[in-house]
């Protein structure tokens, strides 16, 4: 039963109940994962190069065999299509370094692995203890979890069709894009691209370091060691400079082609620096008889400079096919003095007609009273028999113009004439077309009002403003239709999707932007649009009605426009439905729908028979060998080139003499510490894009003891719970050589296009999140022992000093708690965004049913109360300024007693709460 209206309004989401997904694996799956697949592979256009030296160009023997067929064709549509093939080969194209050596593409085939299930109305649950009207939801149902046996997941992933749940994904948007094709099916399926690349030019361009740091200058490179890290995804370190980036975008956009419906369009968002160039490119992948138009949108106020000052940033837009592309129109209102003032004439209230002045139209004077209207051609081209004949207006005889018709019959035009909808312009009639008679007109492709409010709104460095992607979304998609953003950066796409009933997609190489996005998902609210049909979800569209304000102003999402014909043949006149205005309903405040975030992880390396998760190097002819072979050997060059390795609060050391371990079975470089040799350093590399696993580190350790190393560096782009624990403790609580995790930023695994720039400063020590697992003095209604969590912060150990630094828990960019952990995918039951204003948008919906202190405690270090899971242990995710993400996992049995610093602290917390 939905509320009454006395009731104060209540969270709810969308559910996209008539789509289905691929049921993929959870991470805690993914060394038993075998799934294995080819490359996909993408061919290019073969077309010739632009001076056809035909005796020289190896194309030749194809543009005969063409020739040949248009002769030997035994239909005209045979002879076309050979002849269209035939003529494509003789247009010139953007032709770059390396393009003419890459035939195709291929790229891995790779598994995605779901790391993360969140759900804000699951975390609006554990609220639920601070209303008086208690009740509890089924979580698995919140966060959209199938919970498939882990049985199922090994045999059966990619096999069941699952419930729909938006995704956010890390990982290189060339990898990801193929899986969805690869393993998903998900060629054809996908309505809108939105993509935002990088513009290609500045160090700035594009990319943000930190959570909570906006800014990046542009500068020389001796100038970047300042800048303890550069995500290298995001800015103009292209070894081959524009050639590289130019082939960056033709592979990204080849594969995103093969994902669009044949309805489907592309947007690709670019700034007037490398415009020119990348409409070449889309014209080479999309063809350039899809082009659907150019957008120009306003990304900032006027600012001067030393020459014209550039104001918009702009959309090529694209269709898969111009032919069956989806378009609804968008209609803005009608402002006064706009359409180069073809609304020229003014009829007063008591009736004199007369011109506006120049200076009226140019807004120097005040306009006057009255009803401004466009004088309108009131004949069309054609003589007819009963149409072309003359109409008396104000006692004068009028005719059509030669080979001319009156645009209705003569009944009507005396209508028209009689309702006062004619004037006499000179020695020809018109029809008095009133601003009032329809108060908007068509959005054309340049958006004026598209200007991000305050710098202060912003969460990225390079955000875009919300309307100029919803415009993009409502032209070309209807509620349910799924969206997908190569380039998550503050997560905008997934915004607009999710506000307007859209399914999402969005995927990021850097862990920042996917930080920025999954805390500005969790957080916000939205209208909740009424559905037609509440039972298919946002499929079934919205729900539109005509509605006036108390100055008769149209202001509902029906808008009646009247026509010269509506008039004058007596017609109800036409409704326009402004896609923009659904009704909204206030008994509700929406909020995000259930997602997950998932990452690009390939098959294990462990293809040996024992599968013990030890790489059979032993084998000559192992890819899996080959490939991880290649991987260290890539990182142990990276490491070389840029050896220095960031701590916290913006300390450093630095490695030297990097080089290939010697005799190392496990451990793949050693080096020494720079000013002290006598120091040294094992280092062993994590997969290529997984997480480092408990018995890697424990390996890796027992090597570097037996060799003697004074410290172990394990270096990946993720750590399992127990590796961090594990290396946490060796040297102090385990026996063994210290021990640090090093995470790498996720850039590198865009492979050999990019720089290797002495400069970047590419890793950082992992810290480990300091938690403390409590008792509480309550007791449930149940009477189950609760516990809660508190986040003292996170530590980190110089490896060169061995001393201890700490990020205090008030000073975290998030931190969030699953508290019935299974070991194998992570659920946000609660989220906390100390020292934030990050959920003041649900605490100003939802105020009437929860306390102050309620959303205060969510900015906090301690969570809420809760019963101990069927798991018996919990876990606590820390995200760090890099956007690192840092796992530690507790059993409930471990449970910390009420001491009497606990007993204070409990005490203090429940007495708030």
């Given amino acids: 039963m939905p509320p009454s209206k006395k009731t104060p309004p209540k969270a709810e989401s969308y559910t996209h109940t008539e789509a289905t997904l691929a049921s993929r694996p959870e991470v805690g799956v993914q060394a038993q994962f075998k799934h294995d697949k080819g490359p996909g592979k993408y061919r290019y256009d073969s077309s010739l190069a632009p001076d056809l030296l035909w005796d020289e160009n190896p194309a030749r023997e194809r543009g005969e065999a063409l020739i040949a067929q248009i002769q030997q064709a035994k239909t005209l549509e045979e002879a076309k299509a050979a002849a269209a093939e035939l003529a494509a080969m003789s247009k010139p194209f953007l032709n770059w370094s390396g393009k003419a050596e890459q035939p195709e593409l291929s790229v891995p085939s790779l598994p995605l692995f779901?790391?993360?299930?969140?759900?804000?109305?699951?975390?609006?649950?554990?609220?639920?203890?601070?209303?008086?009207?208690?009740?509890?939801?089924?979580?698995?149902?919140?966060?959209?979890?199938?919970?498939?046996?882990?049985?199922?997941?090994?045999?059966?992933?990619?096999?069941?069709?699952?419930?729909?749940?938006?995704?956010?994904?890390?990982?290189?948007?060339?990898?990801?894009?193929?899986?969805?094709?690869?393993?998903?099916?998900?060629?054809?399926?996908?309505?809108m691209i939105y993509m935002d690349p990088p513009y290609g030019v500045k160090y700035g361009s594009n990319f943000q370091p930190f959570v909570r740091k906006r800014d990046?200058?542009?500068?020389?490179?001796?100038?970047?060691?300042?800048?303890?890290?550069?995500?290298?995804?995001?800015?103009?370190?292209?070894?081959?400079?524009?050639?590289?980036?130019?082939?960056?975008?033709?592979?990204?956009?080849?594969?995103?082609?093969?994902?669009?419906?044949?309805?489907?369009?592309?947007?690709?968002?670019?700034?007037?620096?490398?415009?020119?160039?990348?409409?070449?490119?889309?014209?080479?992948?999309?063809?350039?008889?899809?082009?659907?138009?150019?957008?120009?949108?306003?990304?900032?106020?006027?600012?001067?400079s030393g020459r014209l000052s550039s104001v918009y940033d702009y959309c090529l837009w694209y269709a898969r096919d111009i032919d069956q592309l989806r378009y609804n129109q968008l209609w803005v209102p009608r402002i006064e003095r706009t359409e180069g003032g073809t609304f020229s004439w003014i009829e007063s209230e008591?009736?004199?007609?007369?011109?506006?002045?120049?200076?009226?139209?140019?807004?120097?004077?005040?306009?006057?009273?009255?009803?401004?209207?466009?004088?309108?051609?009131?004949?069309?081209?054609?003589?007819?028999?009963?149409?072309?004949?003359?109409?008396?207006?104000?006692?004068?005889?009028?005719?059509?113009?030669?080979?001319?018709?009156?645009?209705?019959?003569?009944?009507?035009?005396?209508?028209?004439?009689?309702?006062?909808?004619?004037?006499?312009?000179?020695?020809?009639?018109?029809?008095?077309?009133?601003?009032?008679?329809?108060?908007?007109?068509?959005?054309?492709?340049?958006?004026?009002?598209?200007?991000?409010?305050?710098?202060?709104?912003?969460?990225?460095?390079?955000?875009?403003?919300?309307?100029?992607?919803?415009r993009c979304i409502l032209m070309t998609t209807e509620p349910g239709d799924l969206i997908l953003d190569p380039t998550c950066g503050s997560g905008t796409s997934a915004f607009v999707a999710e506000q307007w009933g859209r399914r999402w997609i969005t995927i990021d190489v850097s862990r920042v932007p996917l930080a920025l996005?999954?805390?500005?998902?969790?957080?916000?609210?939205?209208?909740?649009?009424?559905?037609?049909?509440?039972?298919?979800?946002?499929?079934?569209?919205?729900?539109?009605?005509?509605?006036?304000?108390?100055?008769?102003?149209?202001?509902?999402?029906?808008?009646?426009?009247?026509?010269?014909?509506?008039?004058?043949n007596n017609e109800p006149p036409e409704e326009v439905v402004l896609v923009d205005r659904p009704e909204v309903d206030k008994r509700y405040v929406r909020v995000s729908g259930p997602f997950c975030v998932e990452a690009v992880i390939p098959t294990p390396l462990d293809l040996d028979a024992d599968g013990d998760g030890t790489p059979d190097f032993k084998q000559p002819n192992s890819s899996a060998a080959e490939t991880h072979a290649d991987h260290i050997q890539r990182m142990t060059k990276v490491l070389s080139a840029c050896p220095v390795?960031?701590?916290?609060?913006?300390?450093?050391?630095?490695?030297?003499?990097?080089?290939?371990?010697?005799?190392?079975?496990?451990?793949?470089?050693?080096?020494?510490?720079?000013?002290?040799?006598?120091?040294?350093?094992?280092?062993?590399?994590?997969?290529?894009?997984?997480?480092?696993?408990?018995?890697?580190?424990?390996?890796?350790?027992?090597?570097?003891?037996?060799?003697?190393?004074?410290?172990?560096?394990?270096?990946?782009?993720?750590?399992?719970?127990?590796?961090?624990?594990?290396?946490?403790?060796?040297?102090?609580?385990?026996h063994g050589t210290p021990a640090h995790a090093v995470t790498m930023t996720p850039d590198l695994m865009m492979g050999d296009l990019l720089k290797n720039m002495r400069s970047s400063q590419i890793f950082s020590v992992a810290g480990r999140p300091d938690v403390r697992l409590l008792k509480s003095s309550k007791l449930s209604e149940d009477g189950e022992q609760l516990y809660r969590v508190r986040v003292l912060g996170l530590d980190t150990v110089n490896p060169e000093t061995m001393d201890s630094d700490e990020l205090k828990g008030d000073n975290l960019p998030a931190w969030l708690l699953d508290t019935d952990y299974n070991g194998n995918?992570?659920?946000?039951?609660?989220?906390?965004?100390?020292?934030?204003?990050?959920?003041?948008?649900?605490?100003?919906?939802?105020?009437?049913?929860?306390?102050?202190?309620?959303?205060?405690?969510?900015?906090?270090?301690?969570?809420?109360?809760?019963?101990?899971?069927?798991?018996?242990?919990?876990?606590?995710?820390?995200?760090?300024?890099?956007?690192?993400?840092?796992?530690?996992?507790?059993?409930?049995?471990?449970?910390?007693?009420?001491?009497?610093?606990?007993?204070?602290?409990?005490?203090?917390?429940?007495?708030?709460?």
């Fill in 350 to 470: 008591s009736g004199i007609i007369r011109r506006l002045s120049a200076q009226e139209m140019r807004g120097e004077v005040d306009l006057p009273t009255g009803k401004r209207f466009r004088a309108d051609n009131i004949v069309s081209p054609g003589f007819t028999a009963s149409g072309s004949g003359p109409i008396v207006f104000e006692g004068k005889e009028y005719r059509p113009s030669p080979n001319s018709h009156w645009k209705t019959s003569a009944i009507g035009m005396q209508k028209l004439i009689d309702l006062g909808r004619v004037i006499a312009t000179g020695k020809v009639l018109a029809y008095k077309r009133f601003e009032s008679d329809f108060p908007l007109m068509p959005i054309a492709n340049v958006w004026e009002d598209t200007i991000l409010g305050t710098f202060t709104d912003k969460l990225y460095v390079v955000q875009t403003g919300t309307l100029t992607i919803q």
């Fill in 825 to 913: 995918v992570f659920h946000v039951c609660q989220a906390f965004f100390p020292r934030t204003r990050a959920w003041d948008a649900l605490k100003k919906a939802l105020k009437a049913d929860y306390d102050e202190s309620v959303w205060a405690h969510l900015s906090s270090t301690v969570s809420s109360l809760f019963p101990a899971g069927k798991n018996g242990q919990i876990a606590v995710k820390v995200i760090d300024d890099r956007g690192n993400e840092l796992i530690t996992v507790k059993a409930i049995a471990d449970a910390l007693e009420l001491d009497q610093q606990n007993q204070q602290d409990n005490e203090a917390l429940e007495g708030q709460q």
């Fill in 645 to 734: 390795i960031n701590l916290t609060q913006g300390e450093t050391i630095e490695l030297e003499g990097v080089r290939s371990a010697s005799d190392g079975f496990v451990l793949n470089a050693e080096a020494t510490l720079k000013g002290n040799s006598g120091h040294s350093v094992g280092i062993v590399f994590g997969p290529q894009s997984g997480a480092v696993s408990e018995k890697l580190a424990v390996e890796a350790n027992q090597e570097a003891y037996s060799k003697g190393c004074k410290t172990l560096l394990v270096m990946g782009y993720a750590f399992e719970a127990k590796a961090l624990e594990y290396l946490a403790n060796c040297g102090k609580k385990i």
């Fill in 216 to 304: 990046v200058a542009h500068g020389a490179d001796s100038d970047m060691s300042r800048e303890p890290e550069m995500v290298k995804a995001y800015r103009d370190t292209w070894e081959l400079g524009l050639h590289s980036y130019l082939s960056y975008m033709r592979d990204r956009l080849r594969v995103a082609r093969n994902l669009l419906s044949n309805s489907g369009s592309i947007f690709v968002q670019i700034s007037d620096e490398n415009i020119h160039h990348v409409r070449e490119v889309l014209d080479e992948v999309m063809g350039s008889e899809n082009f659907a138009g150019l957008i120009a949108f306003a990304k900032t106020s006027s600012f001067t």
């Fill in 114 to 191: 779901i790391h993360e299930r969140l759900s804000t109305q699951a975390i609006i649950e554990t609220l639920k203890g601070h209303l008086k009207d208690k009740h509890t939801v089924e979580q698995a149902s919140l966060f959209g979890d199938p919970q498939r046996s882990i049985t199922d997941q090994l045999l059966g992933s990619y096999t069941y069709p699952d419930n729909w749940v938006n995704r956010m994904i890390l990982g290189d948007s060339l990898s990801v894009m193929n899986s969805l094709v690869e393993f998903e099916g998900m060629a054809g399926k996908v309505q």
């Fill in 517 to 568: 996005a999954r805390q500005r998902l969790l957080t916000a609210t939205f209208d909740y649009y009424e559905l037609k049909d509440s039972s298919r979800g946002p499929a079934g569209g919205f729900n539109y009605k005509r509605k006036q304000n108390k100055k008769g102003e149209e202001v509902g999402g029906i808008v009646p426009r009247i026509t010269l014909g509506s008039i004058a």
